[in-house]
């Protein structure tokens, strides 16, 4: 579609909508999501008198699942789809370049919607909600429920899971306790592959909580560990394998995450947050990258600075990023770009860049409350933060998006999905879904660098997430709009199905170059820093040389509301290459230091002719 046509959509969508939605009601559970003064802005500051005047949701259920069973519970039957509903944007896909991707469902039913999402070691997806938001479609057993602090009847039981252990390879589910709100929370990696996640809503809003990388494992929580409640936070690893966490709703500060059961006695301040709030925030989950220098590039609404954490000092700040807001509820897609470790002169350090793509101007949210629906930013910005002068470097996409998804693949591509082309993030704030994902190559010269790709039949807009898988396709879950489990009269029913999308570089035609590793040759003692690294993979058809070969390593990320948190993708330089028919050994230098990985389980991948293999799960320490 070109930027004409789709000029016109829009005009003909807004003209429909402002016909058929002039009198459509809006979720009133919350005023959360729909600020108007600065009394009313942050409505809730923790107080018992406030808390007491909760939402009228029925999360007081008894009724759990018997022990022994999964709990799960049917979807509701949906109704026929609104006229909102079938307003999606598909792109012609550009199939010159050849397949394009394709997708399938893989559960129909996830029992939570998805609006956070990590891939673990053990090979299961772990996924979950909020409490907030009253029932989901799993049962907690009998003998596991969580007693609702926020009941009114004191002792009162939730029945109902708010996580999920995933696995993507079946669609079979395990409930998981959460304890506390995790609505709009935080999570990272420690070294040993266990999730550490903070922060969250009410009861949990100062927690940290740890769920272990296995098949029985359930989490811990430490409901009292932050000075600060963090909501809407951003939680970064570091070298030394601790976590950083920025932000929160009305939280103009950072803190470190403390060891489980401490207390952090204060946090400490960020001026960056409270200068680069609007009325309606639109700096929200800012994006935290750490640089192979060690310090941290922090990105909040439309500015952005590097921030040494050693030292408690910004030390730069880049030129700012025009156009409109760039974080929730005007949520941007980022990443940083795959650090290329080749062919760098001894000891020194890629050049780290960062893109920022789409957005929303900075009243889309305001005029979501009036049910007006600003098209989305079109742009995708990128900055080299390797250079004194660094600069944005603009490109227009070829449709505007906001709370999309940008993951970095396997092969140092990058994937934008999910996500809208109208209005902005919240509940209710958003048109026209975009189905089709976009492959974004970093390295094509610019004008090129876009192609969208076979496009999905699911809607996924606020609270959807994604995730990298070790196979290189991608999970692709969540997505509710809506104040609570709603399946009927709403324009978006919550959702949880779950897709998978295989990239192009799946397509049949070319998986006879897809190197498979051989496992048992990876070295049980994972990698070292600065080391080699030697294992073996063959190829099923075609002979591979040494220049067809990259080998990747993939730090899995915690997603939600359109960011991934600690995503990096580094890729190695190979040091040895030897073949004995189709059976390949291959050496790589190791990344000399956790400025460039931090500690922790990577997924290694072998690209070969830009197809990547199954990756192996690799401890680098
Ligand atoms: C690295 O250097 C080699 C030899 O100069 C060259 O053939 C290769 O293309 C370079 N690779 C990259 C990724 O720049
Ligand atoms: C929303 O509509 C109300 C009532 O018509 C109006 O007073 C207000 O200015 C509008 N807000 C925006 C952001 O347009
Ligand atoms: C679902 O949304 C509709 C429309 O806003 C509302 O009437 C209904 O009460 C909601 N149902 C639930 C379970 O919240």
């Known amino acids: 579609m070109g930027s004409s046509s789709l000029l016109r959509a829009a005009v003909l969508a807004v003209a429909l909508l402002l016909l058929a939605d002039s009198g459509e009601a809006f979720f009133d559970l919350f005023s959360i999501f729909r600020p108007r003064s600065d009394s009313d802005y942050f409505p809730f500051d923790g107080s018992p008198e406030q808390a007491k005047r909760k939402p009228k949701i029925e999360q007081e259920e008894d009724g759990a699942a018997p022990a022994t069973a999964t709990g799960l519970t049917k979807v ?9 509903a079938l307003d999606t944007i598909v792109l012609p896909v550009d199939d ?21 999402l990590a891939v673990m070691r053990h090979g299961k997806a772990i996924m979950f909600d909020t409490s907030t938001t009253g029932r989901s479609l799993m049962r907690l057993p009998m003998n596991n429920c969580r007693a609702d602090p926020r009941a009114k009847r004191e002792g009162t039981m939730d029945c109902w899971a708010h996580a999920v252990e995933f696995d993507y390879s079946t669609g079979a589910l395990r409930s998981l306790k959460t304890a506390t709100d995790t609505w709009c929370s935080s999570g990272a990696f420690d070294a040993d592959g266990n999730l550490i996640q903070t922060g969250g809503y009410f009861e949990g809003d100062k927690a940290v909580r740890r769920l272990d990388a296995c098949d029985t494992c359930d989490w811990r929580e430490y409901p009292n560990s932050f000075a600060e409640g963090r909501w809407y936070a951003t939680q970064q690893v570091l070298p030394d394998g601790r976590f950083i966490v920025f932000g929160g709703r009305r939280a103009f500060s950072y803190e470190f995450v403390p060891q489980p059961g401490m207390t952090n006695g204060q946090s400490i301040k960020f001026p960056l947050l409270r200068e680069t709030t609007d009325d309606v925030e639109n700096n929200l989950y800012p994006f935290v990258n750490l640089l192979p220098d060690g310090n941290l590039f922090v990105f909040a609404n439309d500015r952005s600075v590097v921030f040494d954490h050693r030292t408690g000092k910004v030390v730069r700040e880049l030129p700012k990023l025009a156009g409109g807001g760039r974080n929730h509820p005007a949520s941007a897609m980022s990443a940083m770009l795959p650090l290329d470790l080749r062919n760098l002169t001894r000891g020194a350090d890629p050049e780290p860049e960062v893109i920022v793509c789409g957005g929303a101007l900075k009243t889309a949210f305001r005029l979501g409350e009036n049910n007006t629906y600003q098209p989305t930013l079109r742009d995708c910005a990128r900055i080299n933060l390797g250079k004194i002068d660094a600069v944005w470097a603009v490109e227009a996409m070829p449709v505007g998006r906001v709370m999309g998804d940008l993951l970095v693949l396997p092969t140092g591509d990058l994937l934008m999905l999910n ?7 919240g509940w209710g704030f958003a048109r026209q879904p975009i189905l089709s994902p976009i492959l974004y190559s970093p390295r094509h010269p610019e004008g090129s660098r876009f192609r969208p790709l076979a496009a999905s039949t699911v809607a996924r807009m606020y609270h959807s997430t994604s995730a990298v898988l070790p196979d290189a396709t991608v999970l692709v879950a969540g997505g509710n709009t809506n104040a609570a489990y709603n399946f009927s009269g709403v324009d978006f029913p919550t959702e949880v199905r779950v897709e998978r999308f295989a990239p192009p570089y799946l397509s049949r035609e070319l998986t006879g170059n897809r190197a498979v590793i051989d496992v048992a040759s990876v070295p049980a003692g994972g990698m070292r820093y600065g080391t080699k690294f030697t294992f073996r993979f063959h190829t099923p058809v075609a002979a591979v040389e040494w220049g067809d070969v990259r080998v990747t390593m993939y730090a899995p990320p915690f997603t939600t509301h359109g960011y991934s948190m600690n995503q990096r993708l580094l890729v190695l330089p190979v040091a040895g290459f030897s073949a004995q028919g189709q059976m390949y050994e291959l050496t790589v230098d190791t990344p000399r230091k956790p400025e460039l990985a931090p500690p922790g389980y990577y997924l290694v991948y072998v690209v070969s002719k830009d197809v990547p293999s199954e990756a192996a799960w690799v401890k680098i320490q």
């Open 76 to 84: 509701p039957l949906l109704g026929a789809p609104s006229k909102a």
């Open 96 to 116: 010159s370049a050849g397949h394009a991707g394709s997708w399938t469902i893989v559960s129909e039913n996830s029992g939570v919607s998805a609006m956070h």
């Open 419 to 425: 996500g809208a082309a109208k209005g902005s993030s």
